[in-house]
């Protein structure tokens, strides 16, 4: 079975652009979240998806970060503008009401510069 | 921000040696999860604690989830070069499927 799938695995963008990632869960999961991990940190939710309705996206800044999960599956996270403080990695991970914890994909390491 | 405090931030062992890792958390939580992240990767799950007191084992592995409801540890026996990495506590918020991660103690075993 596939695991949660990321992409990019990296990139490097200059501040004030945009910049996109891409997540496709593992099949069946019917929640996905977002976290953000900062060097030497554990991972911060960022935002939370049942199916399509993001039920937890109280940590999501949302003058610059959106989100969405279209048909309840795959998923993307947008910065726009990015900041130099966004440089992190954007875990996406996924579950099962039937599977106690969450899989994580490799997630994105980005770098603002 | 975080709740959970995990010490120690870092450890360095020699191969073989045993390990011990410990979590705290200022609230009571109804499940414990601790993970493990390798440089590069996602976090992956190793051991979920259920019940106050349950003690559980994956190999090497033994983590237990105290009597409060506030504390977890985690213990690697013998430990081998690939469990160099970074281990995780988490807690799962009731009826929230909400992961709420510590900051992570790193793991370096010299050979």
């Known amino acids: 079975e596939a695991g949660v799938v990321q992409s990019p695995r990296y990139k490097i963008i200059e501040k004030k652009q945009p910049v996109a990632f891409w997540c496709n869960p593992i099949?069946?999961?019917?929640?996905l979240y977002w976290y953000r991990q900062n060097l030497g940190q554990g991972p911060e939710l960022l935002i939370r998806?049942?199916?399509?309705?993001?039920?937890?996206d109280s940590q999501l800044p949302k003058d610059r970060f959106s989100a969405e999960r279209l048909k309840g599956v795959d998923s993307t996270l947008k910065i726009q503008p990015a900041e130099l403080g966004d440089s992190a990695v954007y875990l996406c991970?996924?579950?099962?009401?039937?599977?106690?914890?969450?899989?994580f994909g490799q997630g994105t390491r980005l770098t603002v510069v | 921000g975080q709740q959970l405090n995990q010490s120690p931030q870092s450890m360095f062992i020699q191969e073989g040696e045993d390990v011990s890792m410990n979590c705290t958390s200022s609230?009571?939580?109804?499940?414990w999860l601790w993970y493990k992240q390798d440089p590069g990767e996602g976090p992956v799950l190793l051991i979920a604690?259920?019940?106050?007191?349950e003690l559980t084992s994956n190999g090497r592995l033994t983590a237990q989830f105290g009597i409060t409801r506030k504390d977890s540890f985690l213990n690697i026996s013998a430990s081998i070069p690939s469990d160099v990495g970074i281990y995780f506590c988490?807690?799962?918020?009731?009826?929230?499927?909400?992961?709420?991660f510590g900051q992570g103690t790193r793991l370096t075993i010299n050979p």
């Open positions: 991970a996924s579950s099962h009401d039937r599977v106690v914890g969450a899989f």
């Open positions: 099949s069946g999961h019917n929640t």
């Open positions: 998806y049942e199916n399509e309705e993001a039920v937890d």
């Open positions: 988490a807690e799962l918020a009731v009826g929230a499927q909400k992961l709420v």
């Open positions: 604690l259920y019940k106050a007191g």
């Open positions: 609230s009571i939580f109804n499940t």
